[in-house]
């Protein structure tokens, strides 16, 4: 800690190697170590906890995440940031693994050795929702995740039937996640201020997960009905189905996606399977 808390602060650290947020990267730096410190509390315990960063940029929410001991594998596509962390590692006492990858493309099963570890981050706002995508529904299973978001898409992960921001990502992050927004960031915390306000979202894995086949009709029942959401159900859904889905379902076709509950999608996504099974 006390070799962490020598280390200049970070404006400083970015104008000493002259390096600046890539906007075409989605990149809003956390500078404030107040702001950073709090979403590693809101993590949870870290000491002792190995916790994947993806974005880490200058370091700031690494700084934090090490205070509170964990044992940091950092994810970061940008190479102009390496002589940051890498100082960051000097004082690190081997807490701090630095990844130069894509995360879209990173196996965490490798870098973590096939262990569930908490995933903390502030994800660049360009790949944030395919990210969560990814975690949700893919191979690997986090422990948990603490994730800033733009506050427009947290909004979209927390949302119920009958909200503006209701509709895919409310739906699979729910089905397999108790999702809460525990924080909210003003855009002038950022550097540089981006145009909207951001939030953290704290996303847990249900004790009981539905299988990844029902998953998978799942993503394609909600893609296919909310990427028409204004319409009947009988033709939003019309490719997988429509009135004969919704009727296998138990579920009024001419009713609207952004009525439906989770547990009805659910539905849906289980009948779409027992057809397609029949066939």
């Known amino acids: 800690m006390s070799a962490l808390a020598d280390l200049p602060p970070l404006r400083q650290s970015l104008e000493a190697h002259g390096l600046m947020a890539d906007k075409g990267l989605g990149q809003h730096f956390l500078l404030d170590l107040n702001i950073t410190r709090k979403i590693a509390r809101l993590a949870g315990p870290l000491e002792g906890v190995r916790v994947i960063e993806v974005g880490p940029g200058p370091g700031g929410l690494t700084r934090a995440l090490l205070e509170a001991g964990a044992h940091v594998i950092a994810i970061e596509k940008d190479a102009r940031f390496l002589p940051l962390l890498n100082d960051l590692r000097d004082v690190a006492d081997d807490r701090l693994q630095i990844e130069l990858a894509d995360a879209l ?33 893919g191979p690997y299973r986090p422990a948990s995740m603490t994730l800033m978001f733009q506050k427009e898409v947290a909004q979209r992960i927390v949302a119920r039937p009958g909200d503006d921001a209701y509709g895919r990502l409310a739906i699979i992050a729910q089905a397999t996640s108790q999702a809460k927004i525990v924080m909210e960031a003003p855009a002038r915390a950022f550097t540089p201020p981006p145009k909207v306000d951001s939030a953290v979202v704290r996303l847990d894995p249900l004790d009981q997960r539905p299988p990844e086949a029902l998953i998978a009709a799942l993503e394609r029942v909600s893609q296919a009905a909310f990427g028409q959401r204004r319409k009947m159900l009988r033709s939003s859904l019309k490719v997988l189905g429509g009135a004969a889905l919704c009727d296998a379902a138990g579920i009024d076709p001419a009713r ?3 009525t439906l509950s989770l547990e009805e999608f659910m539905g849906l996504a289980e009948a779409l399977r027992r ?5």
């Open 256 to 258: 609207r996606a952004e």
């Open 275 to 279: 057809a397609e099974g029949a066939n």
């Open 105 to 137: 493309k990173a196996d965490e099963a490798t870098l973590t050795g096939g262990a569930p570890v908490a995933i903390v981050s502030n994800l660049p706002y360009n790949v944030g929702t395919a990210l969560l995508i990814k975690w949700l529904t």
